[in-house]
């Protein structure tokens, strides 16, 4: 038995010998090599068909080339970790990895990432520190951001674990720096700040946050701060920020959401915010809008309101009428519309003031031809 094991050992490494020869770039041939080999204990050789391997460049500088071959890198570095405990070594190959990686065009944030990690557990925090600095200096300068986006917030994860709370700060003024649309930072780096119990800070940074010219998400930006106003219990600056922000934007979830939170202390204001919300979405021309409002208003009142409450709301509720509307030449497509009672109301005003300016011009009109009849006659 145990030549046998032998020989179909020797015929795996003879086919994986073959498939290399004939591909240098068959990384599945090393990866499945280097397995057996460390199977079988062979450090010396799992060493040299992993260099063999890493010395194997992709033929092509695009990245989707490049990702099998990185896990080369990976694999190697975690087998001088784990199989041969010399963690000095693991971190010489991540970092020999890093030198290798055209930055200029892509990048690895796990790469990065991995390499100050290992420095870590090498009692290393001033390389792991430097390792980040760099990787952070080289992606921005390139303009690889979802690269760059990663390895700053795995700097800072790793520098909140330690309590490094100045570095902390630092490292979110560095982000926002070179990221500044960046939504989502503004509202972590408020957060930290709201954690720490620096109200005025968190604030301050929220301010900043909201005066951006760009921002990828601006209303998470705006709902972090309602939110951090309403766990501070300050309901004044709730009810300021939610007018502000609707001299921005007139979108009916804010509406909902104003009305929502009013309704928490005050129907009468509730009730107030989601009449403004209705006018000011009727007067946009916003008919879906205004449904979803109607909607969302009928769903407080039966909550919270009384039978004449609900009944006023949904005396208000639309009704839904198939049209159809021309798309291109002959040809037409169905669409649902929605009829509102007050529209009707304002369509049967506009009609009856049409009316009497045609009944009036009509008067003028005969005013004229009888004064034409009298000066007629004079003569």
């Known amino acids: 038995m145990a030549k046998k094991g032998v020989l179909i050992k020797n015929q795996k ?14 990384y599945d041939a090393y990866f499945d090599y280097a397995k057996l080999l460390i199977d079988d204990g ?13 010395a194997a460049l992709p033929p092509v500088q695009e990245k989707k080339f490049w990702k099998r071959y990185i896990y080369l890198w990976i694999n190697y570095a975690i087998f001088e970790e784990l199989e041969c405990d010399d ?65 700053i917030e795995a700097y800072l994860s790793i520098e909140l674990s330690l309590g490094e709370v100045e570095r902390c700060r630092q490292i979110h003024l560095k982000y926002l720096e070179l990221i500044p649309q960046h939504s989502e930072e503004w509202t972590n780096f408020a957060q930290l700040e709201a954690n720490l119990g620096e109200t005025d800070r968190a604030r301050a940074i929220f301010e900043i946050g909201i005066s951006q010219d760009e921002l990828d998400m601006p209303e998470a930006v705006w709902k972090a701060y309602i939110d951090f106003e309403i766990g501070e219990g300050e309901l004044d600056n709730v009810r300021t920020l939610y007018k ?20 928490l202390n005050d129907l009468k204001l509730a009730r107030e915010v989601f009449q403004k919300g209705y006018d ?22 039966k909550s919270k309101g009384t039978s004449a409450t609900v009944a006023e709301v949904e005396r208000k509720m639309p009704r839904r009428v198939k049209r159809k509307r021309m798309v291109a030449e002959n040809e037409y497509e169905e669409y649902f519309d929605y ?20 009944k009036w011009k009509a008067q003028l009109g005969k005013d004229d031809s009888d004064s034409d009849d009298s000066d007629s006659d004079d003569e």
């Not at 916003?286 to 909607?295: A, F, M, P, Q």
């Not at 009829?339 to 045609?358: N, Q, V, Y």
């Open 280 to 301: 000011s979405l009727r007067d946009n021309g916003l008919k879906e809008e205004r449904v979803l409002l109607l909607d969302a208003w009928r769903v407080f009142e």
């Open 244 to 263: 502000r922000l609707l001299e921005r934007t007139s979108h009916v979830k804010v509406w909902i959401s104003f009305a929502q939170f009013e309704g």
């Open 42 to 54: 062979d450090t010396a050789q799992v060493r040299d068909v992993y260099e063999r391997a890493i």
């Open 339 to 358: 009829h509102f009672p007050d529209d009707r109301d304002e369509a049967a005003g506009s009609l009856k003031i049409l009316e009497m300016a045609t």
């Open 13 to 26: 490494l003879s086919e994986y010998e073959s498939r290399i020869e004939k591909d240098k770039s068959d």
């Open 87 to 151: 963690l000095s070594r693991a971190c010489d190959v991540y970092l020999s990895c890093l030198d290798i990686i055209p930055h200029s065009l892509f990048s690895f944030s796990k790469i990065w990432i991995y390499c100050a990690k290992a420095h870590i557990r090498a009692n290393k925090l001033s390389e792991c520190r430097k390792i980040f600095g760099k990787g952070i200096g080289i992606l921005s300068k390139s303009n690889l951001i979802p690269e760059l986006k990663k390895v």
